[in-house]
Protein backbone atom coordinates (compact mmCIF):
# COMPACT_ATOMS: atom_id res chain seq x y z
CA UNK A 1 0.00 0.00 0.00
CA UNK A 2 3.12 2.23 0.76
CA UNK A 3 4.48 1.39 -2.85
CA UNK A 4 1.31 2.76 -4.32
CA UNK A 5 0.82 5.67 -2.37
CA UNK A 6 4.25 6.49 -3.76
CA UNK A 7 4.12 5.47 -7.12
CA UNK A 8 0.87 8.03 -7.57
CA UNK A 9 1.99 10.57 -6.17
CA UNK A 10 5.10 10.59 -8.36
CA UNK A 11 2.75 9.87 -11.20
CA UNK A 12 1.02 13.15 -9.90
CA UNK A 13 4.22 15.31 -9.64
CA UNK A 14 5.55 14.75 -12.89
CA UNK A 15 1.97 14.83 -14.64
CA UNK A 16 2.28 18.32 -12.81
CA UNK A 17 5.48 19.08 -13.80
CA UNK A 18 4.66 18.58 -17.34
CA UNK A 19 1.51 20.32 -17.19
CA UNK A 20 3.20 23.42 -18.46
CA UNK A 21 4.86 22.45 -21.21
CA UNK A 22 3.75 22.73 -24.87
CA UNK A 23 4.02 25.08 -27.63
CA UNK A 24 3.16 28.71 -27.43
CA UNK A 25 3.40 32.10 -29.11
CA UNK A 26 4.99 35.37 -27.52
CA UNK A 27 5.83 39.27 -28.34
CA UNK A 28 7.17 41.67 -26.21
CA UNK A 29 9.03 45.13 -25.73
CA UNK A 30 12.90 45.58 -25.37
CA UNK A 31 14.99 48.71 -24.10
CA UNK A 32 18.34 48.75 -26.01
CA UNK A 33 22.04 50.25 -26.23
CA UNK A 34 24.67 49.86 -28.06
CA UNK A 35 28.22 49.47 -26.35
CA UNK A 36 31.39 51.16 -28.25
CA UNK A 37 34.36 49.75 -27.12
CA UNK A 38 35.71 52.38 -29.46
CA UNK A 39 36.73 56.53 -28.53
CA UNK A 40 35.12 57.67 -31.85
CA UNK A 41 31.70 56.25 -31.30
CA UNK A 42 29.48 57.59 -28.18
CA UNK A 43 26.37 55.74 -27.45
CA UNK A 44 23.05 57.40 -26.74
CA UNK A 45 19.85 56.73 -24.50
CA UNK A 46 18.54 53.51 -25.24
CA UNK A 47 15.87 52.37 -27.60
CA UNK A 48 12.43 51.00 -27.83
CA UNK A 49 12.13 47.73 -29.70
CA UNK A 50 10.02 44.59 -30.46
CA UNK A 51 9.34 40.94 -31.09
CA UNK A 52 7.10 38.43 -32.04
CA UNK A 53 6.80 34.50 -32.39
CA UNK A 54 6.84 31.25 -31.15
CA UNK A 55 8.28 29.43 -28.34
CA UNK A 56 7.71 25.79 -26.73
CA UNK A 57 8.80 24.75 -23.28
CA UNK A 58 9.89 20.87 -22.37
CA UNK A 59 11.17 19.13 -18.85
CA UNK A 60 9.92 17.61 -15.94
CA UNK A 61 10.96 17.24 -12.17
CA UNK A 62 10.54 21.21 -12.25
CA UNK A 63 13.46 21.59 -14.80
CA UNK A 64 13.00 22.68 -18.14
CA UNK A 65 14.19 23.81 -21.43
CA UNK A 66 12.31 26.77 -23.76
CA UNK A 67 13.41 27.11 -27.28
CA UNK A 68 12.51 30.48 -29.05
CA UNK A 69 11.95 31.64 -32.35
CA UNK A 70 11.53 34.97 -32.30
CA UNK A 71 11.75 38.30 -34.97
CA UNK A 72 13.26 41.35 -33.09
CA UNK A 73 13.29 44.19 -34.50
CA UNK A 74 15.62 46.80 -32.31
CA UNK A 75 17.87 50.21 -32.56
CA UNK A 76 20.45 51.82 -31.32
CA UNK A 77 21.70 55.77 -31.29
CA UNK A 78 25.41 57.16 -31.75
CA UNK A 79 27.16 59.71 -32.01
CA UNK A 80 30.38 59.27 -34.36
CA UNK A 81 33.05 61.98 -33.00
CA UNK A 82 35.98 62.53 -35.02
CA UNK A 83 39.42 62.05 -33.00
CA UNK A 84 37.32 61.22 -29.56
CA UNK A 85 35.48 63.16 -27.41
CA UNK A 86 38.62 65.48 -26.28
CA UNK A 87 39.49 65.96 -30.01
CA UNK A 88 36.87 69.08 -30.09
CA UNK A 89 35.54 67.81 -33.45
CA UNK A 90 31.65 68.66 -33.56
CA UNK A 91 29.70 65.14 -33.15
CA UNK A 92 28.15 63.68 -35.71
CA UNK A 93 24.43 61.54 -35.06
CA UNK A 94 23.05 58.22 -36.18
CA UNK A 95 20.70 55.33 -35.96
CA UNK A 96 20.86 51.99 -36.50
CA UNK A 97 18.00 49.92 -37.18
CA UNK A 98 18.22 45.89 -36.62
CA UNK A 99 15.81 43.41 -38.42
CA UNK A 100 17.21 39.46 -37.06
CA UNK A 101 16.10 36.74 -36.63
CA UNK A 102 16.62 35.59 -33.08
CA UNK A 103 16.91 32.26 -31.48
CA UNK A 104 16.89 31.62 -27.63
CA UNK A 105 17.64 28.59 -25.80
CA UNK A 106 16.49 29.31 -22.71
CA UNK A 107 17.30 26.59 -19.31
CA UNK A 108 16.41 26.80 -15.99
CA UNK A 109 14.03 25.93 -12.70
CA UNK A 110 10.60 26.25 -11.48
CA UNK A 111 10.13 27.36 -8.24
CA UNK A 112 6.58 27.48 -6.46
CA UNK A 113 4.89 26.38 -9.60
CA UNK A 114 4.37 28.95 -11.13
CA UNK A 115 8.06 30.97 -11.44
CA UNK A 116 11.13 30.36 -13.44
CA UNK A 117 14.10 30.93 -13.47
CA UNK A 118 16.23 30.70 -16.32
CA UNK A 119 19.24 31.56 -18.27
CA UNK A 120 21.14 30.08 -22.31
CA UNK A 121 22.68 31.52 -24.88
CA UNK A 122 21.11 32.87 -28.03
CA UNK A 123 22.22 33.32 -31.70
CA UNK A 124 21.29 36.68 -33.79
CA UNK A 125 20.67 36.11 -37.62
CA UNK A 126 20.84 39.30 -38.96
CA UNK A 127 17.73 40.16 -41.68
CA UNK A 128 18.07 43.37 -42.43
CA UNK A 129 19.75 45.88 -40.78
CA UNK A 130 20.99 49.58 -41.55
CA UNK A 131 22.49 52.06 -41.13
CA UNK A 132 20.37 55.70 -40.74
CA UNK A 133 20.74 59.39 -40.84
CA UNK A 134 23.96 58.95 -42.43
CA UNK A 135 26.29 61.83 -42.66
CA UNK A 136 28.86 62.60 -44.91
CA UNK A 137 31.89 60.84 -42.27
CA UNK A 138 30.09 57.30 -42.43
CA UNK A 139 27.55 56.45 -44.73
CA UNK A 140 26.98 52.82 -44.12
CA UNK A 141 27.89 50.22 -41.69
CA UNK A 142 29.29 46.56 -41.86
CA UNK A 143 26.94 44.31 -40.57
CA UNK A 144 27.36 40.92 -39.30
CA UNK A 145 25.56 38.10 -40.71
CA UNK A 146 25.26 36.65 -37.26
CA UNK A 147 26.06 37.31 -33.59
CA UNK A 148 25.71 35.19 -30.09
CA UNK A 149 24.92 36.46 -26.98
CA UNK A 150 23.89 35.25 -23.52
CA UNK A 151 19.95 35.99 -21.73
CA UNK A 152 18.81 35.50 -18.06
CA UNK A 153 16.16 36.48 -16.15
CA UNK A 154 12.45 35.28 -14.66
CA UNK A 155 9.52 34.28 -15.86
CA UNK A 156 5.46 33.63 -14.17
CA UNK A 157 2.93 31.37 -15.21
CA UNK A 158 -0.47 31.70 -14.51
CA UNK A 159 -2.51 29.02 -16.38
CA UNK A 160 -1.38 29.08 -20.11
CA UNK A 161 -0.17 32.56 -19.67
CA UNK A 162 3.37 33.81 -18.96
CA UNK A 163 4.85 37.12 -18.42
CA UNK A 164 9.05 37.24 -18.61
CA UNK A 165 12.01 39.77 -18.05
CA UNK A 166 15.72 39.12 -19.29
CA UNK A 167 18.76 40.86 -19.66
CA UNK A 168 20.52 39.96 -22.79
CA UNK A 169 24.04 40.81 -23.44
CA UNK A 170 26.11 40.61 -26.30
CA UNK A 171 29.11 38.36 -26.72
CA UNK A 172 30.35 39.51 -30.29
CA UNK A 173 29.85 42.33 -32.07
CA UNK A 174 27.31 43.56 -34.46
CA UNK A 175 29.67 45.27 -37.37
CA UNK A 176 32.46 44.46 -38.75
CA UNK A 177 32.99 48.55 -39.51
CA UNK A 178 31.40 51.73 -39.65
CA UNK A 179 32.38 53.80 -42.35
CA UNK A 180 36.30 53.60 -42.50
CA UNK A 181 36.28 52.80 -38.67
CA UNK A 182 36.71 49.19 -37.45
CA UNK A 183 34.28 48.67 -34.06
CA UNK A 184 33.83 46.43 -31.25
CA UNK A 185 30.20 46.90 -30.31
CA UNK A 186 28.22 45.42 -28.71
CA UNK A 187 24.05 44.75 -27.94
CA UNK A 188 22.65 45.10 -24.53
CA UNK A 189 19.77 45.21 -23.96
CA UNK A 190 16.31 44.44 -21.56
CA UNK A 191 13.24 42.35 -23.00
CA UNK A 192 9.57 42.14 -21.70
CA UNK A 193 7.84 39.53 -22.99
CA UNK A 194 4.27 37.91 -22.74
CA UNK A 195 3.31 34.52 -24.18
CA UNK A 196 0.77 32.03 -24.53
CA UNK A 197 0.60 28.36 -24.36
CA UNK A 198 -1.93 27.34 -27.12
CA UNK A 199 -0.95 23.43 -26.53
Not at 40 to 65: C, I, M, N, S, W
Not at 75 to 92: D, I, L, Q, R, T
Not at 135 to 154: I, P, S
Amino acid sequence: MKKLFLGLMLVLGTTQAFSQNGIGIKAGLSSTEIDFKSKEFVPADAQTGYHVGLFGRFGGAGFFVQPELLFTQTSGKFAFVPGGVSGGNPPEDYKAEFNRLDIPLMMGIRMFKVIRLMAGPIASVNINSKLENSANTVREANFKEATFGYQAGLGVDIGNLSVEGKYEGGLSKVTENIGQYSTDNRINQWVLSVGFRLF
